[in-house]
């Protein structure tokens, strides 16, 4: 009996005794192993975010303060020469102008048209699916392939435009839709709303499937009818959708270059011609590499300022949940 106490108790102070911690040489050697596979993964996209983000950035800001013609050694420093130019030069002043123009009709008309036709998408309606497929088709195609598209649509005297006009009795905008300065900029935005609305009408038709049903069946419930379902439950739950969409149309149209260049080339007379137009020009036509860095930095820090007051201001709330104090998520 006294031994099978002994033999208890001992087992007993075994089960009791402390776990030891692991080695600190083992330790270290599985955190080393943790940041090894970290640098495996990020280092790569490092390396490629600094030679085609960062690099190209350094090289435009130090071009800038040189009058450099894209050729030869850059010895010609003029300072803040090239930005003094730039805030006293009346086209590149228009083109501020240009990209507020497109913006605001982005906002006011091309949004609101992608939700409402995102609205009547979501409804059950027979062949639904096709009439998606029709709207998002024009995103698909590139921008060269539009511009070269709407330019053909567009020819004076043979374009499909001017046969309209003229069924229409609309005798006066024959020949002028890319030849008037007047009318140009309207012309444009029309063709960046067929190109693009269907992008923001997919991500709208996104959130409005990802609203329960049971909340808008609660209202109806309660006597909500259909504009205050969607005033007061719909557009409130599609908040997080509709600011990114505002992003990245805002963005679109401060950096919009291709379906300009290709269907116009900031012509007439300047009239359509944006920073990023104005930048190609100075930089690839004139031999004014230094004054187009100048722009092409401008046109940078619109984009980050916009972008960080942005995210700051507006993006606030629905990034507060997204990520923790610790970095998880």
């Known amino acids: 009996m006294p031994s099978s106490v002994s033999t208890l108790t001992t087992e007993r102070t075994q089960d009791t005794l402390p776990v030891c911690p692991p080695a600190p040489e083992r330790s270290l050697l ?51 020469a090239n930005y003094t130019k730039l805030f006293a030069d009346q086209v590149f002043l228009g083109d501020l102008g240009r990209g507020l123009y497109l913006v605001v009709l982005s906002l006011t008309v091309q949004l609101p048209f992608a939700l409402f036709t995102a609205v009547l998408l979501n409804q059950r309606l027979r062949g639904r699916a096709v009439y998606r497929m029709l709207f998002f088709a ?47 900029m309207p012309t444009l935005f029309v063709v960046m709303t067929w190109k693009y609305f269907g992008f923001h009408m ?34 409130p739950l599609l908040g997080p959708t509709i600011r990114i969409s505002a992003f990245l149309s805002i963005i679109g149209a401060i ?16 009239s359509s011609e944006t920073m990023a137009i104005s930048m190609f020009q100075y930089g690839f036509k004139r031999y004014q590499v230094g004054y187009a860095s100048a722009i092409s930095v401008v046109l940078f820090m619109i984009s980050l300022v916009f972008s960080l007051f942005y995210q700051r201001y507006v993006l606030r709330r629905d990034l507060s949940g997204a990520v923790t104090p610790g970095g998880g998520r």
């Open 202 to 235: 997919m991500l709208f038709l996104a959130g409005l499937q990802s609203i329960p049903g049971e909340i808008l069946e609660a209202a109806s419930i309660d006597g909500a009818g259909v504009w205050q379902r969607f005033r007061h439950v719909t557009l």
């Open 138 to 184: 024009p995103y698909i195609l590139s921008e060269v392939v539009t511009a070269v598209l709407f330019t053909m649509i567009f020819l004076p005297g043979a374009g499909m435009a001017d046969h309209l006009a003229g069924a229409l009795g609309l005798e006066g905008l024959r020949g002028k839709w890319l030849a008037d300065p007047s009318t140009v």
């Open 30 to 80: 599985r955190e080393l192993r943790s940041w090894a596979s970290v640098a495996w993964f990020l280092v790569p996209a490092l390396v490629l975010f600094l030679v085609f983000v960062l690099a190209p950035i350094a090289v435009a800001v130090w071009t800038g303060f040189f009058k450099w013609g894209g050729t030869g050694p850059m010895d010609e420093f003029v300072g803040l």
């Open 255 to 270: 950096q919009l270059f291709d379906l300009v260049w290709v269907m116009t080339a900031g012509g007439p007379n300047h």
